[in-house]
């Protein structure tokens, strides 16, 4: 089991910045991949960006990219998503997901359906201002 704990969320105006951090009960073993999702009111959740941590490779969300950074913090054990110049299209609840013991080739990215991560936090709000 692997309970997986959001933070950093809150408003911000347009433009600012806001750094999401999803700390795992666990210690990785270095092959997981691990996601940030989010769902707005009326809307299907939807990938931002994942991480797998056995090679680093990432994806991000076309109207992401540039914008925001996912990182893993091994010290802390934790993924974060750094998120600057911020829109209101990005309001939304944003979901740490992870899924353990993933084998990716170095050219594979991890999945990008929500459905295929096992284990998900409990969200975090974000909501940007015009």
């Known amino acids: 089991q692997v309970q997986l704990t959001e933070s950093g969320g809150g408003s911000v105006q347009a433009g600012g910045s806001l750094r999401l951090s999803c700390t795992a009960s666990?210690?990785?073993?270095?092959?997981?991949?691990m996601g940030w999702f989010r769902q707005a009111p009326g809307k299907e959740r939807e990938v931002v960006a994942t991480?797998?941590?056995?090679?680093?490779?990432?994806y991000y969300l076309n109207s992401v990219k540039g914008r925001f950074t996912i990182s893993q913090d091994s010290a802390k054990n934790a993924v974060d998503l750094q998120m600057n110049s911020l829109n209101v299209d990005d309001s939304a609840m944003y979901y740490c997901?992870?899924?353990?013991?993933?084998?990716?080739?170095?050219?594979?990215?991890?999945?990008?359906?929500?459905?295929?991560?096992?284990?998900w936090g409990q969200g975090t709000q974000v909501t940007v201002s015009s």
């Open positions: 666990r210690y990785g073993d270095s092959t997981d991949c």
């Open positions: 997901a992870a899924q353990p013991g993933v084998k990716l080739y170095p050219n594979n990215r991890c999945p990008l359906t929500p459905s295929w991560y096992n284990y």
């Open positions: 991480l797998y941590t056995g090679g680093g490779q990432t």
